[in-house]
Structure formats: C-alpha cells, structure tokens
C-alpha cells in the first residue's frame, strides 16, 4: 500500500526557516516524480514544487522561487521542502503528493496524498 | 500562467441527480486536465487524470470530457457520500495550476 507521511511543520516567526519531510513506502520512490502542494486557511489548493524521478529536474511555483528548495533521498525513500524567508503568506498545510507514471512518462497528476503538515508563520 | 475557473461556486442537488461541473482554462492545456475530489479533513483523491481517464477505484459514476479550453465532471447519479469540494487541475504547463474549486452539496 502507498503511504506518505508529511513531518516537521509547525509555527515560525516571518523571516524564519523550517524543513518538512515525507517518508515514502509502498512504491519504488526513485520511479516516480513527488510534489509538495500547500492549502491555506479558507483557500484552494496550491502546487509548490515538484521534483522528478530520479531527482532530476525540479520545479516551483513562482511566489516560492528562490525561497523553497524541493529535494529527496532516495534511500531514505523521503522527500523534503527546505523553506527559507517565511511569510505569513506560506501559513498553509502542506501535502506531500506522488505522481502517477503516464504513456511516455511521469504524469503530473497526484495520484497519492498524504494528511498534510500545518505550517504557521507568525510572530 | 494557465488559470483555470471552475463553475459553478457550488451545487446542491438531490440523490441520484446528474452533476455537471465546468473548468474553463484561459489557454489550451489539450487534454491535460485532472479532477481531484476533496471532503472534510481528508487529502485529495484523484478522480480523472488527462481529462476523461478514471483513477484506479474510481466509482463509473464520475466521469471526464473535454479538450482544449473547455472541460467537464459528470457525476452521473449523486449519492450522499458525493458531497465535496471538487478542483481541476491542469499539467500542461508549468506552473501547474489548480481551478478554485466547486462544491457540490447533497440536499
């Protein structure tokens, strides 16, 4: 059974730094592309950041350019999110979420979701 | 930056009705457009990938069409366990994008 489970949110000051990660089991973590997206309080889902199979390439989403860094272990089969220079703005859970492969390839859909992990930025 | 607008805001319908929820996408994402299905307190469950192809599990009921700009989610006879938040999601560019959301409600 796929499973992924987020850790390490919490509440920060603005200008603050934390690491999330996601423990992967289940599936063969290498072969398949992972995303972080992020739910604020009363808002619709927001995509973050993905990273590919194999680690790649990685992509983000243009308000965490340059603050958030995705990466993963493939032995450790876990995920993270560096996230530096905290904004109230990035207060959110935040879901690690697994990609499906698709004809030709990863397929940025996310097929599994963990519960989430809040992440409260305020002073 | 493909922004996808879903309508309407919100549905109420009875049991055993048909549901039609619309994704409109400011720019041609061809076929490349998700639905997600998200209760209450839970994570987000996959519905339809590539806009007509149903997730593994997924009840017969839901289903996907559409190409280009314009997308629809049937839900072809709403039971109560329906009631939920619904997003579509395009992968045809980066960023991907997620649509603001319906929500269907039963009555």
Known sequence: ?123 | EIVLTQSPATLSLSPGERATLSCRASQSVTRYLAWYQRKPGRAPRLLIYDASNRATGIPARFSGSGSGTDFTLTISSLEAEDSAVYYCQQRSNWPLTFGGGTKVEIK
Do not use: H
């Open chain 1, 1 to 123: 059974e796929v499973q992924v489970l987020e850790s390490g949110g919490g509440l920060v000051q603005p200008g603050g730094s934390l690491r999330l990660s996601c423990a992967a089991s289940g599936f063969t973590f290498r072969d398949y592309a992972m995303s972080w997206v992020r739910q604020a309080p009363g808002k619709g889902l927001e995509w973050v950041s993905t990273i590919s199979e194999n680690g790649d390439s990685a992509y983000s989403a243009d308000s965490v350019k340059g603050r958030f860094s995705i990466s993963s272990d493939n032995s450790k089969t876990t995920l993270y999110l560096q996230m530096n220079s905290l904004r109230t703005e990035d207060t959110a859970v935040y879901y690690c979420a697994k990609s499906p492969l698709c004809s030709g390839g990863s397929c940025y859909v996310f097929d599994s979701w963990g519960q989430g992990t809040l992440v409260t930025v305020s002073s």
